[in-house]
């Protein structure tokens, strides 16, 4: 009998407790209903199960709040109070209470209490500090704060709570140099900061505001080498490849890195286009340290940096040139030929190839370098695609396919395979066999190599919008052909027969790539008015169509760089902005404004 009373007593407390908890269910959701009569009474309900008191109260307060029932309000944080003393939460929500009915000098008496009762114990001050945060009250977080740093007499302490107060209230200076003095006072939060700052700097604005501070701070006090490191980690955040090369230089100089870090920074300023920048890094380890491990390096680096100046400063000069290849001439010569010095033999091969026109000599120091270097196989594939391209100049189109298919097989899988089958993908092209082209473009489209693939889709692309309407590519053959004629630098075939198919084949859906590739070999040959007028072609026919940001970029940079008409360059690139949001050239294009502008100093 006992057994089946016990039996009927946990069965009946099972559906006491399940019923509670169907009005905690039901008044939560007559709450997040907005049903705050509804909800009251639930709350009212539930509020004398004890347990569930601590679980309901928050939203219980904000509807009894909702409907200015404000003794009962006071009446539950009284409550809560009593039965928690530790947790002073309720504290504060009680002057809340009293703030909301209009007693400010009473609520900003109990609030003051807090922060004085509180300053002195750090969990308590964070704690106090996050409740005034929850309650939209950044300014009290803040005082809470300042008033313990008060008390514990240390003027860092606190920094990265501050540093997230001002965050919230929009003090970017006051926020900043909180981070600051964090990194300041410990060396080892740089990491974090550099993180903090990430995360709260988006605009433009904000860096500015990072860079004055930095560069105040470091004006009072040049021995703090944390405001370089700082300063080199925001120029290169924003590729400002120079300026982070002036605080990599008084990094390098104090912790005699001979060179290391320029090195590092002077690559990444070539992987963004920035080769006078890199230049000037590569020349400065060059001088400085003759006689460290970095020199050759920095050497040969200086040298491929000055042959893209060279060789991208339209139009190309063939004395700069030759004296590049006079460079390359007397490294190899102090160096000595071998296996350190054969990528500086290949890059003076391909020199003389594609800009001196002296093919049998870049294929001969081609093949010496490859004897050199036979057991790297990276470059040995490598200079076997770069004597197919020669062989392609030369118009020996078999040796050129022998030469790429030796190396898919050499390198199958791998990068330089890749782009070893892209070329024969190109050959076929060249030659008008689409069908053969696509094949290996078919393949190219799933490589692992993001920019091979790329190269694959836009060819594949390019073939089969130009044969679905026209199955024989007549069009596209010719095209294709006029490709390969710039390719072995025939600019003056090329542009008459690219001005040949506008009257041949006109409206054709290559019309914008024709005035494209027109602009290029205008462009590469000094003509940069004519360059221009292709290109407007493009914009006021074509103007949303795939080429339309490449032109509109392309114009502004032709204005910037090689008619130096600030005014014009101004205005494509401001309307790169609004026009091609969307555009990969965006961020460039914006960088480009404000530095003709006078935002930035590069």
């Given at each position: 009998?006992?057994?089946l009373?016990?039996?009927?007593c946990?069965a ?14 039901l008044?939560?959701q007559y ?6 009569e ?5 709350y009212?309900k539930v509020a004398?199960?004890p ?6 109260y ?22 809560m ?31 003051n ?21 929850k309650?939209?009250?950044?300014e009290l ?39 600051l ?9 740089l990491?974090?900061?550099?993180g ?6 988006s ?24 405001y ?14 120079h300026?982070?090369f002036i605080?990599a230089?008084a990094?390098?100089?104090?912790y ?25 890094m590569?020349?400065?380890?060059v001088?400085?340290?003759?006689r ?6 920095a050497?040969n680096?200086?040298?491929?940096a ?19 290849v ?9 160096l ?19 800009y ?6 870049a294929i001969?120091?081609?093949n ?8 790297n196989?990276?470059f ?9 391209d ?6 020996e ?11 898919e ?5 791998s990068?330089?395979g890749?782009?070893a ?17 696509q ?5 190219l489209?799933?490589?692992t ?5 790329n ?8 073939i ?9 590519g ?41 005035y ?17 007028q ?14 339309g940001?490449?032109a509109?970029?392309l ?6 760089e090689?008619?130096?008409n600030?005014e ?35």
């Amino acid at each position: 009998m006992k057994k089946l009373l016990c039996l009927f007593c946990l069965a009946f407390a099972k559906m006491y407790l399940f019923a509670q908890t169907q009005d905690v269910e039901l008044a939560e959701q007559y709450f997040t209903q907005n049903e705050f009569e509804k909800a009251l009474a639930m709350y009212e309900k539930v509020a004398k199960y004890p347990q569930h008191l601590a679980s309901i109260y928050k939203n219980y307060l904000a509807t009894l709040i909702q409907l200015k029932q404000w003794k009962e309000a006071e009446k539950l944080t009284k409550k809560m109070t009593k039965d928690y003393p530790e947790d002073f939460g309720y504290k504060v929500d009680a002057a809340w209470l009293l703030e909301l009915q209009g007693k400010t000098q009473k609520a900003e008496e109990e609030y003051n209490k807090l922060i004085n009762d509180n300053r002195k114990n750090s969990e308590q001050t964070i704690q106090l500090a996050n409740k005034f945060l929850k309650l939209a009250k950044p300014e009290l977080a803040e005082k809470t704060y300042l008033q313990a740093r008060k008390t514990n007499r240390d003027k860092n302490a606190f920094a990265a709570e501050l540093a997230e107060v001002y965050g919230i209230m929009n003090s970017l200076d006051a926020m900043i140099n909180e981070y600051l003095n964090m990194v300041i006072n410990d060396k080892t939060n740089l990491e974090f900061v550099r993180g903090a700052l990430q995360d709260h700097l988006s605009k433009q604005e904000d860096y500015d505001k990072l860079e004055r501070i930095l560069l105040d701070r470091l004006q009072k006090d040049s021995s703090e080498l944390t405001y370089n490191e700082l300063l080199l980690w925001l120029y290169l955040q924003q590729k400002l490849f120079h300026r982070a090369f002036i605080q990599a230089r008084a990094i390098d100089r104090r912790y005699k890195l001979e060179g290391s870090e320029i090195l590092n920074i002077g690559n990444i300023a070539m992987k963004n286009g920035d080769y006078k920048s890199a230049m000037t890094m590569f020349e400065y380890i060059v001088k400085e340290y003759p006689r460290s491990s970095n020199y050759s390096i920095a050497r040969n680096y200086y040298l491929k940096a000055k042959e893209q100046v060279v060789t991208q400063n339209y139009p190309i000069v063939k004395e700069e040139v030759q004296s590049l290849v006079q460079d390359y001439d007397k490294l190899i010569t102090e160096l000595g030929k071998s296996y350190h010095t054969t990528e500086a033999m290949r890059s003076k091969a391909l020199l003389l190839a594609f800009y001196l026109d002296e093919k049998d000599k870049a294929i001969e120091q081609l093949n010496e370098a490859i004897e050199l270097a036979k057991s790297n196989l990276n470059f040995v594939a490598q200079c076997k695609i770069d004597l197919g391209d020669i062989y392609l100049l030369k118009g020996e189109d078999w040796e050129s396919t022998l030469l790429y298919s030796q190396v898919e097989k050499m390198r199958k899988d791998s990068p330089l395979g890749y782009e070893a089958k892209l070329r024969n993908a190109k050959l076929s092209y060249f030659k008008g066999d689409f069908e053969l082209a696509q094949e290996h473009l078919d393949i190219l489209k799933e490589a692992t190599t993001r920019e091979i693939a790329n190269d694959a889709m836009e060819l594949s692309l390019l073939i089969q919008d130009n044969t679905v309407f026209d199955t024989l590519g007549l069009a596209l053959k010719e095209y294709a052909h006029i490709e390969l004629l710039i390719f072995q630098h025939k600019a003056d075939e090329a542009l008459e027969r690219l001005d040949k198919m506008l009257k041949d084949f006109p409206n054709h859906s290559l019309t914008d790539e024709i005035y494209y590739q027109r602009a290029k070999i205008l462009l590469k040959m000094g003509k940069y008015e004519q360059a221009i007028q292709s290109l407007e072609k493009i914009l006021a026919l074509y103007p949303d169509d795939i080429l339309g940001d490449d032109a509109n970029f392309l114009i502004g940079k032709i204005y910037e760089e090689n008619l130096k008409n600030k005014e014009k360059a101004m205005e494509y690139y401001k309307a790169h902005l609004t026009k091609y949001p969307a555009s990969v050239y965006l961020a460039e294009a914006r960088k480009r404004f404000r530095i003709l502008r006078g935002d930035v100093v590069n």
